[in-house]
């Protein structure tokens, strides 16, 4: 009962496991994928769908319940959605999530492609998941190893995807060394291993110095909103910013818990001359917004999120799911248009909004524009004490290397941070605490990388690749037939 061939056709039960701990320590990602990998070698070439979709979704669905979690406690607890509909909401992520992860399994098994290549097809449906419907860039492999500079540091000339199909390539070279095979694994460590002395942008000396004041103000999900607690929410805010000596202070998204109006801002902190960015919720004509406010000198101007949560701030396909009662209940922003700069004397200073760190594009187009700081401000006191908290400041630490710039991130209760265009974090905040993180940066002399210039010619060459890959397996199999 107990043979090798037994064995290796149940190891992937280990998967979900080892995934759960990747997430805390990175170095298990390097073996985690291994066990499946030995058991969809072992599968016969019958029933390979069915077989595939269970060895996957018992692989993948614990982990992706485990990631999102967060998500369940934010829609059932702070968003008051009936339980039933929220866990089907948390459970529709899940699958969603689990179908482009089946897919590059099933069809190397199905077409009798070489193991060697899986990496090539699942970046490739990682990619697709970011740019299909709405954009799903979240929980790539690359998530397990943001925490690896040396790792990751070639994110700068290829972006972040090619840093996860190097993750998978270790794991496949592991997998031909327990298959006794030395050949592979050596071509595939030694090409990674030449990968280490790739050269990124040497820093420049620059001559503009700016301190930087994050303010984290910990205000539980459960009181943000409480109209009893709204003005003492706000003063925690106001009174760390008026004791703050710096050159630009930060609050997190939706910070400002009233529909901001200049007027009334005024009457708050009016004669306050340092720059402020704060989150807050803004009106034009009929719209409403999820904003970035900056306030300098007396003037205001606005960045609006363009990158929309589904189901949270607004509703897809509103007015064919009208019949659902929470639908018609549920209020929606609108899109933001303008990708705006704000001048912190001098230093040309972008704001991106909550789950729009991990949307590759935005970060590099306000590069392209000439910003030298990204602050990302948010709200992920949603996913308070679960893993779902933990994941999405994973990203900034690549859009710092792929833009060669500074990262700014100010969470309400956290994780606040700053990271260098190295990718290492500077200076951060304890989660779960009120605090002023301070930090003073000498802003280097602006330079692009390659991901700057070429963007995802990297994963749009990859992608091409694998269609190339399939049509080729196609025709071979159909001739053989």
């Known amino acids: 009962m107990w043979s090798k061939a037994n064995l290796e056709r149940l190891s992937f039960i280990l ?65 008051h959605v009936p339980f039933f509909l929220a866990f089907f909401m948390y459970l529709g992520v899940c699958i969603y999530q689990l179908m482009y992860t089946f897919l590059p399994f099933y069809l190397v098994k199905k077409f009798n492609i070489s193991f060697v290549l899986l990496p090539v097809f699942y970046i490739s449906f990682e990619y697709l998941r970011s740019i299909v419907l709405y ?83 910990n205000i539980p999900q459960s009181q943000k909103w409480d109209s009893a607690m709204l003005m003492n929410n706000l003063n925690v805010y106001i009174n760390a910013t008026i004791k703050t000596d710096a050159d630009l202070v930060v609050w997190p998204e939706s910070a400002y818990p009233f529909l901001f109006s200049p007027r009334d801002f005024d009457k708050f902190l009016g004669n306050y001359k340092t720059p402020i960015i704060f989150g807050a919720q803004t009106q034009r004509g009929y719209n409403y917004y999820n904003s970035a406010v900056f306030f300098n000198n007396e003037k205001f101007d606005y960045y609006d999120k363009h990158e929309l949560v589904p189901f949270a701030e607004f509703i897809p396909l509103r007015k064919y799911l009208s019949f659902i009662p929470t639908v018609t209940k549920f209020g ?69 290397i792929e833009n060669n710039i500074y990262i700014a991130r100010c969470a309400n209760t956290g994780f606040s941070m700053i990271v260098n265009p190295s990718g290492k974090m500077i200076a951060s905040l304890k989660p779960y605490t009120v605090g002023i993180l301070k930090a003073k940066i000498t802003f280097n002399d602006e330079d692009a990388t390659v991901f700057d210039g070429f963007g995802h010619y990297f994963t749009l060459i990859n992608l091409i690749f694998t269609g190339i890959l399939l049509l080729i397996f196609i025709f071979r199999k159909k001739k053989a037939a």
Request: aromatic residues 20%; contains cysteine; charged residues 15%.
């Open 135 to 217: 954009g799903d860039p979240i929980g790539n492999v690359s998530m397990f190893v943001y925490n690896m500079p040396f790792f990751i540091k070639d994110a700068s000339w290829f972006g972040s995807y090619f840093v996860g199909l190097k993750l998978l390539f270790v794991n496949i070279a592991i997998y031909y060394l327990y298959n006794k095979k030395i050949k592979q694994p050596l071509i595939i460590l030694g090409l990674i291993a030449c990968l280490f002395f790739v050269v990124n942008l040497p820093p420049k000396n620059g001559s503009l110095n700016k301190t930087i004041a994050l303010i984290q103000g």
């Open 332 to 400: 929606s922003f609108t899109h933001g248009k303008r990708f705006t700069l704000f001048d912190v004397n001098g230093l040309k200073t972008a704001a991106i909004i909550c789950y729009e760190e991990d949307f590759e594009q935005i970060a590099r187009t306000f590069k392209d524009l000439g910003t030298r700081l990204i602050v990302v401000i948010t709200n992920d006191a949603w996913f308070s004490h679960t893993p779902t908290f933990h994941l999405f400041y994973r990203d900034d630490f690549y859009r710092a």
């Open 15 to 79: 998967t979900p496991i080892l995934l759960i701990l990747s997430f805390y320590y990175s170095f298990v990602s390097f073996f985690a994928f291994v066990p499946l990998f030995i058991t969809l070698k072992s599968l016969k070439n019958t029933k390979v769908f069915a077989n595939v979709l269970l060895i996957t979704t018992v692989a993948f669905v614990p982990f992706f319940l485990f990631l999102y979690i967060g998500l369940l406690k934010g829609i059932y607890v702070y968003n």
